[in-house]
């Protein structure tokens, strides 16, 4: 939901630089909102945390200003890296009632350089068990908000090229990768290729990949006695190829319950959070509300993980099998911090562990999981600014729909939508001029 002040007004830069100042602008939109150029006004800012100096909650920043042309600007020391409020008086007003409340992000260099960008790396098509074709769950993708998906079907690669081929020929600004979810044969891991350039499920069936598995069994020596070698060496060539295939391979639901025990017996968990073979961890996973414990529990394990010096990339999936069902699809994403969405950026900052993994289940508000930092600047995203990216999308997907729906009208409508929501984000961070 876009918060009302957010849609009233055109304020910006929203996203400043820690440790320097800039200038806000704040721009009335429509009629009932208007500053009169001949009235002053309070704009106070607060940093949520406190800033240095600062020795008690009742020290704030104020200014009193006149607007010019309708509009106001302030110009303001950005300390550090932080949420800050931005509040709206009359001067004339003795009851001081705020007339408009705004929320701005500081960022660090390294995090302001990045942009955020909101992916499902995992979700099936009808090819496997899911309900709609590729170019339908690439479409609803967009719809919903998502600036990169794979189709990652059970044991198939192909449907996910077909999802890239079905708009081809559009301009749009989803950007749609090659996946699979593999499954080696004899192994319960479910792993995932995101952006491989080519199949693992494909190559099971060889001579070479029994070999090369084998070889592999032969070096793991020090398993605990009793403990069946050819899973853990099968994943550990999956996520060798992955990575040979400049993909990014995903360590699966390891918390799900299914047909009363886990889908992944519990040593090959240890076994894999303690070696840590896979590029990233589903830290949220796309569970049905009957299931949300399974993300508790993978969350918990994250944790302690990492109080044990574990550095552990993590990302979000709907898994969904169907964009309309009402369950699973939309409910859980990644935001990758990255220079763009291209797959070599998108998979280095995930791995550098610039990401973090979201919920957002059906009328609740939406909760980012990872490192502090990263979750901290999350919900700053989620509250006061994805939901108008969001809301950009949803026109481009409906008509990315109606593309592969064999509409001849949607392509030209998509070109003049080209470059929507980078424009939005290029208004909204600070030019550091
Ligand atoms: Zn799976
Ligand atoms: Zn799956």
């Known amino acids: 939901m876009i918060r009302k002040e957010n849609r009233y007004y055109d304020v ?20 009932h909102c208007r500053f009169d150029d001949d009235q002053t006004y309070v704009v106070t800012i607060l940093p949520t ?35 800050y409020a931005l509040l709206v008086r009359a001067a004339d007003d003795e009851r001081r009632a705020v007339l408009a409340e705004f929320r701005l992000y500081a960022l660090e260099n390294d995090l302001y350089h990045r942009r955020p960008f909101k992916g499902d790396l995992h979700i099936h098509s009808a090819y496997s068990d899911g309900w709609e074709s590729p170019a339908y769950v690439a479409g609803a993708s967009r719809r919903i908000g998502l600036d990169f998906v794979a189709v990652t079907d059970h044991r198939q690669y192909a449907p996910s090229l077909e999802a890239m081929r079905a708009y081809e020929d559009v301009e749009i600004d989803l950007r749609i990768y090659p996946g699979e979810e593999v499954h080696p044969p004899g192994n319960p891991v479910h792993i995932i290729n995101f952006g491989g350039r080519w199949s693992l499920n494909e190559q099971f069936a060889t001579e070479a990949y029994r070999a090369e598995v084998s070889a592999l069994e032969a070096t793991l020596t020090d ?50 959070l303690e070696r840590q073979p896979y590029d990233a961890l589903e830290l949220i996973g796309g569970y049905h509300r009957f299931e949300i414990e399974s993300n508790a529990l993978q969350v918990a394990r994250y944790h302690d993980e990492r109080v044990r010096g574990k550095r552990i990339p993590v990302v979000g999936v709907s898994d969904g099998h169907g964009c309309e069902r009402g369950e699973l699809f939309g409910w ?19 791995v550098d562990l610039y990401s973090v993994a979201v919920e957002a289940l059906p009328g609740e508000t939406a909760r980012a999981f990872g490192p502090f930092r990263l979750v901290k600047y999350a919900q700053f995203l989620l509250r006061e600014i994805l939901p108008q990216h969001d809301e950009l999308c949803v026109e481009e997907g409906r008509l990315m729909l109606a593309h592969a729906a064999g509409d001849m009208r949607a392509a030209a409508a998509l070109r003049a939508l080209k470059g929507r929501t980078p424009a939005l984000y290029d208004h909204l961070w600070d030019p550091g001029k």
Not at 21 to 31: D, F, N, S, V, W
Not at 52 to 74: K, Y
Not at 332 to 350: C, G, K, Q, V
Request: charged residues 20%; negative net charge.
């Open 223 to 272: 398993l605990p006695p009793g403990v069946d070698r050819y899973p853990y060496a099968s994943c550990l060539w999956c996520y060798d190829q992955i990575r040979q295939a400049g993909g990014l391979g995903l360590f699966c639901h390891p918390y799900w319950l299914s047909r009363h025990r886990y889908d992944v017996p519990l040593y090959l968990t240890d076994l894999i």
């Open 49 to 83: 945390e406190g800033s240095i100096g600062q020795s008690t909650w009742s020290d704030h920043w104020e200014a009193s200003l006149r607007p010019s042309g309708g509009f106001l600007q302030v110009r303001y020391p950005f300390e550090g890296e932080q949420e």
């Open 12 to 31: 910006y830069p929203r996203i400043v630089r820690a440790g320097h100042e800039a200038t806000i602008h704040i721009r009335p939109l429509y009629g």
């Open 332 to 350: 859980f994403y990644t935001i990758a911090f990255a220079p763009s969405s291209d797959l070599p950026d998108l998979i280095e900052s995930i």
